[in-house]
């Protein structure tokens, strides 16, 4: 609303889009991401084997993948 008869270029066009537009998404991507950051250092500081650990964060990445596909469609 506040650009209203503003002249802007290609450039600033993109920008102010991944600003307004992405800038919430990413937002939230990275509590999603921090959150299996700290769900795998919880795992593997708690876990006794290096197959659980290795395999659980093949599932955390799988899951976290599945999870930002989702939120940017």
């Known amino acids: ?3 209203r008869g503003d002249i ?4 600033n066009l ?3 889009a991944e600003t307004e537009i992405l800038g919430p998404l990413d937002a939230r991507a990275r509590v999603m991401i921090l959150e299996a950051a700290k769900r795998v250092s919880l795992v ?3 876990s ?3 197959l659980v650990d290795v395999a ?3 599932f955390e990445a799988g899951r976290l993948i599945r999870r930002l596909s989702e ?3």
């Open 1 to 3: 609303a506040e650009l």
């Open 8 to 11: 802007i270029d290609g450039g």
């Open 14 to 16: 993109v920008r102010l």
């Open 44 to 46: 593997t500081a708690v």
């Open 48 to 50: 006794p084997r290096a």
């Open 56 to 58: 659980y964060v093949v």
């Open 71 to 73: 939120l940017y469609g």
